[in-house]
């Protein structure tokens, strides 16, 4: 699990449901309990692209919206694997 398979997951669950990334843009910002933006839909972008992972707030959002807790383990692995292959 790299970047571009986690954006892989994330572009295919968005479009799973038919969503663009700005009807996902304010589901996920529809979260926020303090009304602050949770995401930009630059953000969004750049994880779908592979370009960036997103922080963890972000993707407890999008496990939320898109129903899928193991995108929380999916983020953790990619990590990892960036971890190792950095070493």
Same mark, same amino acid.
């Given at each position: 699990?790299? &970047?571009?398979?986690? #954006?892989?997951?994330?572009?295919?669950?968005? =479009? *799973?449901?038919?969503?663009?990334?700005?009807? !996902? &843009?304010?589901?996920?910002?529809?979260? /926020?309990?303090?009304?602050?933006?949770? %995401? /930009?839909?630059? /953000? $969004? /972008?750049?994880?779908?692209?592979?370009? *960036? $992972?997103?922080? !963890?707030? #972000?993707?407890? #959002? $999008?496990?939320?919206? &898109? *129903?899928?807790?193991?995108?929380?383990?999916?983020?953790?692995?990619?990590?990892? =694997?960036?971890?190792? %292959? #950095? %070493?």
């Amino acid at each position: 699990m790299d &970047y571009k398979e986690f #954006a892989q997951v994330l572009k295919a669950e968005r =479009l *799973k449901r038919g969503w663009t990334r700005i009807q !996902l &843009y304010m589901r996920i910002n529809e979260l /926020s309990k303090k009304h602050e933006q949770l %995401v /930009s839909i630059d /953000s $969004l /972008s750049n994880w779908e692209n592979g370009k *960036k $992972l997103p922080r !963890l707030e #972000a993707t407890l #959002a $999008l496990a939320k919206v &898109y *129903k899928k807790p193991e995108l929380i383990n999916l983020r953790i692995q990619a990590i990892e =694997l960036i971890r190792k %292959v #950095a %070493v």
